[in-house]
């Protein structure tokens, strides 16, 4: 995730990333204004339908569309949006709880006991580091999906990798509890903090393997496609040639709409606007480190 100034509006006028949607859209945002050239070409040269009424009533269905498609792209976008910062504020709790265990664990444990801190300095800081990969793997991803992934058969899904940590965690919990380190009081305290990374791990979990129904997204598409296609045919005759360039950036906003939605309804992935889990997991391991 890319920090920046939001504040600097000539810089972000004229400034593009590897995410910027002019990049993804340019090719077909070039075809769009083609066909619309054509379209414009074919029914001002040829066609001269300028003269009849029903021509001249087109824009209105477009105008009609127009709220449709506006309702269903600011939905799309805060659906997309909200998955987003629900994802954030599942790492910022494992963010805090991580240092709300680090913090118990020092105030309970023997200063003296050095290889007990040193176990929960590095296991603590370890389940951020494998919860990013495991929320990063296509095994995860397609862990809801009704088909199979032959390409997958050599991968061992039966074995879940935070739990394996979690459970690393309760055990040595559990150890100090028996050789009497840890009162039963203090075993209660933990247990919090202790179930919240699997609380929190499945949270994810759930943001990840189930992404906005298929028909939904297809939807949209294809409302965007169709609504952008017929534009040429009911303002080329108060536009002219002009109608190219216009349709062009209609096209252009819409499609951008979907773009940014697509990129942020994943916020586990590798993408300029996704979490930076990887540099959450260091400060992590970095805090950590230096309570215990």
Known sequence: MKVYNNKAWFASLFW????DTVR????????VVIYSLAIAFWELEYLHLGDKSWVKN???????????ISILLVFR??????????????????VNNSRNLALKLNIMLDEEDKATRSFFRKT???YADVL???LQSEVTRLALDENEHPELVSIDTKKHVPNQVAQLL???VNMLYKNKKLTGEQIIILNGELSAFTDICG???????TPIPQSYSAFIKKFIFFYVMTLPFGYVFTLGYYVAPIVGFVFYVLGSMELVAEEIEDPFGVDDNDLPMEKMAFNIRKHVGEIL
């Open 16 to 19: 593009i990333s590897r995410a």
């Open 24 to 31: 993804k859209l340019f090719p077909l945002i070039i075809f």
């Open 58 to 68: 087109i824009p209105t269905l477009h105008s009609l569309l127009g709220f449709a």
């Open 77 to 94: 976008t805060n659906t997309a949006y909200d998955r987003w910062w629900e994802g954030r504020k599942l790492w910022g709790s494992l």
């Open 124 to 126: 603590i800081p370890l």
């Open 132 to 134: 990013k990969t495991h």
């Open 170 to 172: 309760m055990q040595r």
């Open 203 to 209: 949270a994810c979990e759930r943001i990840k393997n």
